[in-house]
């Protein structure tokens, strides 16, 4: 048999307390730990929540409060507030930016057709 779920109306509003009012729980940014630790609940279980269908509203506000710290991270970054590097990694690990370049090595345009040239004719190219 599952345990009784903790979840109710005053998590919701604990919640959205939080993301609200992050910094005056000590707090940079809005993240699931810092919301965990408010509520005593394990960030496990508040995954869980916000997976389960029954808890749309939860489901909600965790979307906004990673919504809230993607704000905070990219403001806050720009402003050099934080520190850059720390906000790269957390935008990156967080909120799927990259910095990859895509590098395109393109050995034939056009679709020309490659050839294999002999000497010769490499050195009749050249002094043309």
Not at 36 to 45: A, P
Not at 97 to 116: A, F, H, M, V
Request: proline content about 2%; some cysteine; overall charge neutral.
């Amino acid at each position: 048999m599952a345990r009784p779920t903790l979840y109710n109306d005053e998590i919701l509003t604990k919640t959205n307390d939080y993301i609200a009012n992050f910094e005056s729980y000590g707090d940079a940014i809005p993240t699931v730990i810092g919301l965990s630790s408010h509520l005593n609940i394990s960030k496990r279980t508040l995954y869980n929540w916000s997976d389960d269908e029954a808890h749309i509203e939860f489901m909600h506000s965790l979307s906004m409060l990673k919504s809230q710290q993607h704000r905070e991270l990219l403001n806050k970054g720009l402003r050099s507030e934080f520190n850059t590097a720390i906000c790269k990694l957390m935008l990156m690990n967080n909120h799927g930016y990259s910095d990859k370049q895509k590098i395109e090595n393109t050995i034939n345009p056009g679709n020309r057709e490659l050839k294999d040239y002999t000497t010769e004719e490499l050195k009749a190219m050249r002094s043309k």
